[in-house]
């Protein structure tokens, strides 16, 4: 990765955030340290990270209650949670919560870069500048993660960027769950997964369909996956009746 790539650590235990920023420093990028919760939300207030590994047992603010807040506040850096903890709930409530990643301690620091990377292909500018392009009835601005109709603006997380953009290059076509969760999370499908793709395809639907429960754009083909219906987006914008017919 480029050397003005900068990632955030946020880790109470100065072994681990120390062993950390020297891997990642060898590594090429830039780094910068916070020991708690509230330190780290300064600085994030006042600098802007290309990633933030972020400590799930933090002292003064926890890593749970950062991550919910910077969310709700529409911080879209992307966020890899680290923690002790290797129970199903957590690791759910952490992607609830706004995580694109999540990784249990111990780990294998090769194994982090790899996933450190991994998002970084995905929401680097690299791979969106100056693409733009329909879904449906809204225009997307890759490079901004930002999506449009004439009426309003809504910003995307790097997640739902993917997504959309995974989905606008496959128009019209059945989308396996375990297809898509490879090509946007660059991992494997595990059952666990399975809920994970369909969280965020919940909580995209509630940004862009007039009625998430009546979806027009990305529908829901029952135990396969899902489809994007780009002629919908024809009906959308003219407001014209249109009906689900593989379930929602």
């Known amino acids: 990765m480029d050397k003005e790539t900068t990632i955030l650590i946020v880790e109470d235990e100065p072994r681990i955030r120390t062993g950390l920023r020297d891997f990642l420093e060898f590594h090429h990028f830039q780094t910068a340290t916070a020991e708690d919760g509230l330190e780290a939300e300064r600085i994030v207030d006042h600098r802007r990270f290309d990633l933030i590994l972020l400590d799930l ?17 529409g911080l879209t850096t992307p966020i890899i949670m680290l923690t002790a ?17 999540y990784v249990t301690k111990p780990f294998s620091l090769e194994e982090l870069l790899a996933r450190i990377n991994a998002i970084l292909r995905r929401t680097e500018p690299g791979r969106g500048v100056g693409q733009k392009f329909p879904f449906g009835p809204w225009s997307v601005d890759m490079p901004n993660l930002k999506i449009a109709t004439s009426k309003k603006t809504v910003e995307l997380s790097p997640r739902q960027a ?18 898509l969760y490879s090509r946007v999370w660059g991992e494997s499908m595990e059952d666990i997964e399975t809920r994970t793709v369909d969280m965020h395809v919940a909580k995209l639907r509630a940004l862009i369909e007039d009625d998430p429960t009546d979806p027009r754009l990305i529908k829901t083909v ?14 959308c914008a003219s407001g014209g009746s249109h009906r689900e017919q593989r379930g929602g």
């Open 222 to 235: 029952r135990g396969v996956g899902y489809l994007y219906e780009a002629s919908a987006g024809d009906d």
């Open 162 to 179: 993917e997504l959309i953009r995974f989905f606008a290059a496959n128009p019209n076509r059945v989308i396996p769950r375990g297809e």
């Open 85 to 101: 903890k290797g129970m199903e709930k957590e690791k759910i409530d952490g992607l609830n919560l706004g995580a694109d990643d």
């Open 57 to 73: 047992m933090l002292p003064k603010i926890s890593g749970e209650q950062l991550c919910q807040k910077w969310r709700q506040s």
